[in-house]
């Protein structure tokens, strides 16, 4: 409507932006413009609770900073310090970790079951299991590798653009009853497909590879629940 009955002719198209190779979440010690450090640490999958941003004022504070942000990516930034390293040994105190694990980096999930009217299945508490896990298994693996759970399809967390997208579903148990699941998406990228590598814990040599998500690139998985083993199941064909 803008170019046929206002303009009359195309908007020109601007150069296709420029992607970063992954994600940029700001964890870390960064110099800012103006000579000071901001410092990004990362919760497990998001989850702080009231007392422990109360206490991340009171820590800012102390360290001369009155400006906190928050990420898209679940991580938080404290802005203007000019020692920064003081800093860091406050936040691992409060598990606000500033050299974090690349498990923790690289899992998010969306509020989940919990607190959100939406969600079909519970994530957060399932996301930061599957963090304490894989830093277990994993936990010398340098891996470059996201992971997102949704707890439905309305995907906050953003099941499509991570390496692994879980999005909730509830699916048929052994009985015939509705359990937990989640369908299994590999590969999502933000445009451009990215080669993203699986360590394996046996032999970090034979580590598999995979490309980006094709329409039947996900299985479902159903949520184990005590004394079961999960399941999963391809799709069909018709999807």
Not at 26 to 55: C, E, F, M
Not at 121 to 134: G, M, N, Q
Not at 164 to 185: A, M, N, R, W, Y
Not at 221 to 234: F, H, I, M, Q, V
Request: positive net charge; contains cysteine; aromatic residues 4%.
């Amino acid at each position: 409507m803008l170019e046929k009955e206002y303009l009359g002719r195309r908007l020109a198209d601007g150069p296709a932006p420029v992607l970063p190779a992954s994600p940029v979440d700001h964890i870390g010690v960064h110099k800012q413009r103006d000579g000071l450090y901001y410092v990004g640490a990362a919760p497990v999958v998001g989850r702080v609770s009231g007392t422990r941003l109360a206490a991340l004022a009171d820590t800012a504070e102390a360290h001369g900073s009155d400006r906190l942000r928050l990420t898209p990516y679940q991580k938080v930034l404290v802005l203007d310090v000019a020692d920064p390293e003081p800093l860091v040994r406050d936040l691992e105190t409060l598990d606000l970790r500033v050299d974090a694990s690349p498990w923790r980096r690289a899992t998010m999930a969306c509020t989940g079951l919990e607190y959100c009217k939406l969600a079909i299945v519970e994530t957060k508490a399932r996301a930061a299991e599957l963090v304490t896990e894989l830093e277990r298994r994993l936990g010398d693996q340098r891996a470059d590798i996201t992971i997102n759970l949704n707890g439905c399809p309305n995907a906050c967390a953003r099941t499509q653009v991570a390496d692994i997208g879980l999005k909730g579903q509830l699916l048929p148990g052994p009985d015939g009853t509705q359990v937990e699941g989640f369908q299994v998406h590999l590969g999502g990228a933000l445009s451009s497909p990215r080669r993203t590598r699986l360590p394996s814990a046996a032999n970090p040599e034979a580590s598999r590879s995979w490309r980006p998500n094709s329409p039947t690139s996900w299985r479902t998985w159903s949520a184990p629940t005590a004394g079961s083993a999960p399941t999963s199941r391809s799709p069909s064909r018709n999807g």
